[in-house]
């Protein structure tokens, strides 16, 4: 690990406002160009010396990295890379690939103008916000929104289970490319404010596209020969 961030340090020296954005932006850049490897222990005091900074912004750069799914912190170790994998993203976009639709097409004919005002401002939230964790949480709370009045509470709680499980691929993806399919969350509440069940399922579908692609895409070009 020494040895990667010492190579980046040498060809981006420091040009951020604190030492935090430094670090993070940093330790981002190592985590998802590969060069540190999943699984790698990020030891405080490691850092600490490689940057030249006191404990203090290393905690707090980790701090934001574990908000964008990047590191996980693990009882007795402490900081550890993710292990995010391609097969698990796309394994969980495929569940919700299954689950989602059929939970918006029983939903839409239910839904009130209650509901689609709620997702309009979770949508207006979503445009405001800039921290990771929150941006999933309300993407959770607007995919809810237009799914809830399925009338199926099984199918409900396990889609909504596995939008809970999406939520560290979609900070990784936020992370990673920084789409959060937008254009898709409007479609979609256009098209079931308009009872379009064809419209409203055919910008899922788009959504769902989108982000996987991107997810493969950027993993296979990080495992790509570099010459």
């Known amino acids: ?92 976009y495929a569940i919700r690939a299954a689950l989602e639709p059929q939970a918006l097409r029983l939903s839409i004919p239910n839904l009130t103008e209650e509901d689609f005002t709620i997702a309009e401002e979770i949508l207006a939230e979503i445009d405001q916000e800039t921290d990771p964790g929150r941006m999933g949480e309300l993407n959770r709370r607007f995919h809810m929104t237009l799914y809830a009045q399925a009338g199926l509470p099984r199918l409900i709680a396990l889609t909504e289970q596995h939008l809970a499980s999406a939520d560290r691929y979609l900070r990784f993806h936020l992370a990673a490319i920084g789409d959060m399919g937008q254009d898709e969350h409007h479609d979609m509440l256009a098209a079931c404010r308009a009872g379009d ?26 495992e790509a020969p570099r010459g």
């Open 1 to 92: 690990m020494t040895s990667a961030l010492s190579q980046l340090l040498e060809a981006a020296p420091p040009r951020y406002r604190t030492a935090t954005e430094y670090v993070e932006a940093t330790l981002r850049e190592a985590i998802l160009s590969g060069a540190i490897a999943p699984g790698t222990p990020l030891r405080q005091e490691e850092l600490a010396t490689t940057f030249k900074v006191s404990r203090m912004p290393i905690r707090e750069a980790l701090r934001q990295l574990e908000a964008q799914a990047l590191v996980d912190f693990e009882p007795h170790r402490g900081a550890v890379v993710v292990q995010i994998t391609l097969l698990d993203a796309m394994d969980n």
């Open 197 to 222: 069940e064809a419209g409203a399922l055919d910008a899922l579908a788009r959504h769902h596209g989108r982000a996987s692609t991107a997810m493969r895409a950027f993993f296979e070009a990080r």
